[in-house]
């Protein structure tokens, strides 16, 4: 896929740059728990301030959905930012407008100036057209750096291109050049995929989709039930979606398609919940599966370790918790320890690496779950779309 790239910007010292980066980060106590999506985006922020542009940085937080809400305000991403940075980074008090235009009209060749939250306004996930218009008057190029936003038609990522002189980031180009590798013809066999997940809606689409493509889908979190339930096994009052038995019937008659044969079960989710594990027809009413069993683990372990490509997308129980960990943890050791080419696709499967301390032993770590999921899918995005598409100042 040919996207325009950093060097192909018009760039000149003192010019605007508006970089739309994914900074939907989780916070804690109003402080950054995870900065994997900025600092990702710090070899684009620093190739520009090296080439004297004027850095104005716009994404989202949350869901205030087009309401000013101080908890869902830039400020704990904009001090991480200038931690990340060692350079001022300033907040602007909104998205545009008479407040924000002065701010960036008097800065410097590369200085950085964080716009307030896009979601303030309704315009952005509405994409109104006069709202990604007043986004660009902010910039002079735009770059996309946003990868994990780009399968949304928000207006900051397929408002700007249109307009501006555009181009992806560094982490944009290596997100599509590493999924492109799992779309190949040549891709590395056997080419595995391991899905968890709480629902099969979630993930029915791209099941479909692998399955074209790899030899094998091990299926894990509580999304496995409803295949459970397609088996006409009990599965006590673990999560269902009783609607999409007949889809999960088609593609276990694929014969590609592997589900747990053993889980860890509880009645409360709770750190210090009493535990069983159970043969997979074995799951009692008013218990529920919450994550993978050891047998199941084991097996998976196995399959990825003989395998020459892993894509890992969705954590195999509630990780989060001590007594539903051990399924995950057992799949990310092998998908750090396989020779295979591993990508981690995002979301809760990119936490759960992390926090192992696994993500250096994969070859992938991808910022955007839902995106990378579709772009797999789809074998495109619609902010891909915008960046292959002319602009009006080319």
Known sequence: MELPALEDLPLKKGQRALVRVD????????????????????????????????????????????????????A?????????????????????????????????????????NLRFESGETENDPAFALNLSELGDVYVNEAFGASHREH??????????????????????????????????????????????????GVIEALLDRCDKVLIGGAMAFTFLLAMRTRVGDSLVQPELVEECNRLLDTGRVEIPTDFVIAQDISPDAETRTVNR?????????????PETAGSYADIVTDAKTVLW????????LAPFAAGTRTVADAVAASRAFTVVGGGDSAAAIREF???DQVDHVSTGGGASLEFIEQGDLPGLRALRAPSRRD
């Open 76 to 116: 704990p991403v904009a001090a991480r930012l200038r931690e990340l940075l060692d350079c001022d980074v300033q907040l602007a008090p909104a998205v545009y407008g008479p407040r924000v235009e002065p701010l960036i009209a008097s800065s410097s060749p590369g200085d950085v100036v964080l716009l307030e």
């Open 357 to 359: 301390g696994l993500a």
């Open 23 to 74: 900074l939907n980060v989780p916070l804690r106590d109003g402080v950054v728990e995870d900065d994997l999506r900025i600092t990702t985006a710090l070899p684009t922020i620093n190739w520009l301030r090296e080439h004297g542009a004027v850095v104005v940085v716009a994404g989202h937080l949350g869901r205030p959905k087009g309401v000013v809400d101080p908890q869902d305000s830039m």
């Open 281 to 293: 027809v074995s799951i009692p009413d008013r218990w529920k599966g919450l994550d993978i069993g």
């Open 155 to 204: 207006a900051s990522i397929v408002g700007p291109p249109p307009i501006l002189p555009h181009a992806g980031g560094r982490l944009l180009h290596r997100e599509v050049e590493v999924l492109s590798k799992l779309l190949a013809d040549d891709v590395g066999r056997p080419f595995v995929a391991v899905l968890g997940g709480a629902k099969v809606s979630d993930k029915l």
């Open 313 to 320: 997308n969705g954590p195999m129980g509630m990780f989060e």
